[in-house]
């Protein structure tokens, strides 16, 4: 999935365990600027050190994935959690221009393959309705 949004707030990266590491950054995505959004998101392992040529009120463009994950407390109560885990972010200028908004990552339909069947069989825009 891809975002275009400003950056309102960059963290320092978090050392979680001896093998993981963190770094959270906070983006206003304005889709109505009357009512903008304030979503937080993470970089982890070798992205971290992306952020470090941004700077707080930067538009910028970030495609990530969404994360979910199951976990059942010491009660048995199951808890779920999600995540925005980015993994490239790059100046509004750098990135390809879009419609705005965030895209599904749907690519455009491949054109139809090529068949042996006379062209009236496939005529999908014919007038020729019986009725």
């Known amino acids: 999935m891809d975002l275009k949004a400003k950056i309102e707030r ?20 304005a889709e109505n600027p009357q009512y903008p959004e304030y979503i937080k998101m993470e970089m982890i392992q070798d992205k971290c050190e992306q952020l470090d040529s941004f700077k707080e ?7 990530f994935n969404l994360k979910g994950r199951k976990w059942t407390d010491p009660q048995g ?12 972010i790059s ?6 221009a879009q419609s705005g908004g ?8 491949p054109p139809p393959a ?8 496939n005529a999908e825009d014919s007038d020729d309705l019986p009725f």
């Open 57 to 63: 009120g930067q538009m910028v463009n970030i495609s």
């Open 10 to 29: 960059i963290f320092e990266a978090q050392q979680v365990t001896a093998s993981f590491r963190k770094r959270e950054f906070v983006v206003e995505y």
């Open 102 to 109: 965030v895209d599904n990552g749907a690519a455009a339909a």
């Open 77 to 88: 109560v199951d808890k779920y959690f999600n995540t925005l885990q980015a993994w490239r």
């Open 91 to 96: 100046t509004e200028e750098a990135a390809p």
């Open 114 to 121: 090529a068949t042996d069947e006379p062209d009236w069989l």
